[in-house]
């Protein structure tokens, strides 16, 4: 059965500090993806990573990848409120694609 | 660049009611989707069309229909809408880049609530 999951679905931090966001998958595919959601709104693309052992970073969130454990975190320093929001990952399945979703963490950064 | 864009945003329908959402994309993608969110469940695939005149399920098919009616444009039927297909839905496309992959974007979403 395809599945990704997440952990933890909720999460509350507070400023300043750190936090992983676990992303496990079970397809074989060699790329994962990180979306951000705000409450109302769409998908907005954080990371594509594309191959085994890659990093991005973009401010204070570093995503990476190993496929050979199938696992994806997002790692976020220092959190500020504007971090808020809930973060997926999501894994291509066959061609053409098609995503698989996590379950979402939802994320709430407070003072 | 307008992107993907779904008509409506909001709707309310009656058990038993039938309707459409549209959805275009001026990006000229060759693959569209139509996802549903649930709470708690993340997003899930109802249909996809990989090309012009071509459409396929995905992994919750049933109660919906859908047309790829030209390049732009994708859309998706509740014939007889019941309470459980009360969701937020997601059209997307696709742009695949021999790089870096296959770039989804998302639409604005539509809210729909059956009563």
């Known amino acids: 059965e395809l599945k990704v999951e997440q952990n933890p679905l909720f999460l509350s931090m507070q400023e300043g500090k750190n936090y992983t966001i676990y992303c496990n998958y079970s397809?074989?595919?060699?790329?994962l993806y990180w979306y951000r959601q705000d409450p109302g709104k769409s998908l907005e693309s954080l990371f594509v990573?594309?191959?085994?052992?890659a990093v991005k970073q973009e401010g204070r969130l570093m995503a990476s990848l190993d496929t050979k454990a199938r696992l994806s975190t997002l790692h976020i320093t220092a959190a500020v409120h504007d971090l808020s929001a809930t973060y997926f990952c999501?894994?291509?399945?066959?061609?053409?694609?098609?995503?698989?979703f996590g379950q979402g963490t939802e994320l709430s950064v407070k003072p | 660049n307008a992107g993907v864009t779904q008509t409506p945003k909001f709707q309310v329908l009656k058990t038993g009611q039938s309707m459409t959402l549209q959805c275009a994309q001026d990006?000229?993608?060759?693959?569209m989707y139509w996802y549903r969110q649930d709470p708690g469940m993340g997003l899930r695939l109802i249909y996809y069309?990989?090309?012009?005149?071509?459409?396929d399920k995905g992994e919750v098919p049933n109660g919906y229909n859908v047309s790829r009616l030209n390049k732009r444009e994708f859309s998706l039927r509740l014939e007889s809408a019941a309470p459980s297909q009360t969701s937020v839905y997601f059209c997307?496309?696709?742009?695949?880049?021999?790089?870096?992959?296959?770039?989804?974007?998302f639409g604005e979403g539509s809210w729909l609530t059956v009563v």
């Open positions: 999501a894994e291509p399945y066959n061609q053409g694609g098609k995503l698989i």
């Open positions: 997307a496309s696709n742009r695949r880049d021999r790089s870096s992959g296959n770039t989804i974007y």
């Open positions: 397809t074989t595919s060699d790329r």
């Open positions: 069309s990989a090309s012009e005149g071509t459409t």
């Open positions: 990573l594309l191959s085994n052992g």
């Open positions: 990006m000229n993608h060759n693959s």
